[in-house]
């Protein structure tokens, strides 16, 4: 994967038979991601917190691609509760999962709590995709070429993990724990790479970015500011979400995405493009810092993971 082979959605391999969980599928990377699988054959259930935006979305596609195999199903990351209610309805469903495509976020909001009580950005953005990917890692070890794709953001290079003010309590500012969030989903991203390595599993973990790319992510939850630079100022300088839904795109079906990779844009720091692999920022790929988070996410969800090898 070079700049002299730059890596479009028509190279995607065909997908038939092979089934995705996408989140956050009905807008912005989520609703890209599922078009460009859909159109390689993919079943892909569709995980949505509004099953009516949901299925007007699956419309959307359907009505350009009348076999597209879509599932719309509801999933409110930032409650433990749902999380577990569609990972037990996908595993009487389906018997196994190709791909969990973890893509779902919240950006920016003012401070407010999940049901569960943790700050709204790290619950969504972090802990229903820890415990998503542990409640259905069984699934996905009986897939094909079984991967889990963590999205994530450059944003993670400012990130860090403020474990004595997890909720916000004390020193809350949106952009401040967006940042912590998404650090989280790369810290997540690379200790699960660990683990599955040393456990023989047959799931890669990969991870991706998609620049800086226009979605409702800038304005839907973001107020004042921040909503007037992403949402206005900057709006002119990002990507469709097609071309930023690229890299996880990559991460999800390339046959060389290789475990443990970070997957971004090949432009100017990394705000466009083509995929390549991009760096982890080194406190992101400190097996410290990936042990404590693993442990405390454990402890806040509830869901301990069962690493299998392959048969």
Not at 29 to 47: K, N, P, S, Y
Not at 180 to 203: C, I, M, Y
């Amino acid at each position: 994967m070079t700049k002299r082979e730059r890596w479009t959605a028509d190279r995607i391999p065909d997908q038939t038979k092979r089934v995705f969980v996408v989140t956050g599928a009905n807008s912005g990377l989520g609703l890209a991601t599922t078009r460009a699988l859909a159109h390689r054959g993919g079943h892909v259930i569709m995980a949505v917190r509004d099953e009516g935006k949901g299925r007007r979305a699956a419309a959307e596609i359907t009505a350009e691609q009348a076999d597209a195999a879509l599932e719309v199903r509801h999933l409110d990351l930032a409650d433990l509760d749902s999380v577990r209610a569609f990972a037990e309805q996908l595993r009487t469903d389906h018997p196994r999962l190709d791909v969990l495509v973890n893509n779902a976020g919240v950006m920016a909001p003012p401070r407010s709590l999940s049901a569960q009580g943790h700050e709204l950005q790290f619950a969504c953005n972090h802990l229903g995709h820890f415990a998503l990917t542990g409640l259905l890692l069984d699934l996905l070890t009986e897939g094909d070429d079984p991967r889990v794709v963590t999205v994530s953001s450059t944003n993670h290079r400012q990130g860090r993990l403020f474990f004595d003010d997890l909720a916000g309590e004390h020193t809350y500012a949106p952009m401040r724990y967006y940042n912590q969030s998404k650090f989280a989903n790369a810290v997540f991203g690379r200790e699960l790479h660990r683990r599955l390595t040393a456990a023989g599993s047959p799931v890669r973990s990969v991870l991706a970015h998609p620049g800086y790319t226009s979605t409702n992510l800038q304005t839907s939850a973001p107020v004042g500011t921040v909503k007037l630079l992403f949402g206005r100022i900057l709006a002119p300088l990002a990507q469709p979400a097609e071309q930023g839904a690229l890299p996880q795109l990559y991460a999800a079906t390339a046959p060389d995405a290789e475990s443990g990779e970070f997957i971004g844009p090949d432009g100017p720091a990394e705000l466009r493009g083509a995929p390549t692999r991009v760096h982890l920022s080194p406190a992101a790929a400190d097996a410290e810092t990936g042990r404590r988070l693993w442990e405390l996410s454990e402890r806040l969800t509830g869901v301990r993971y069962g690493f299998r090898a392959a048969a």
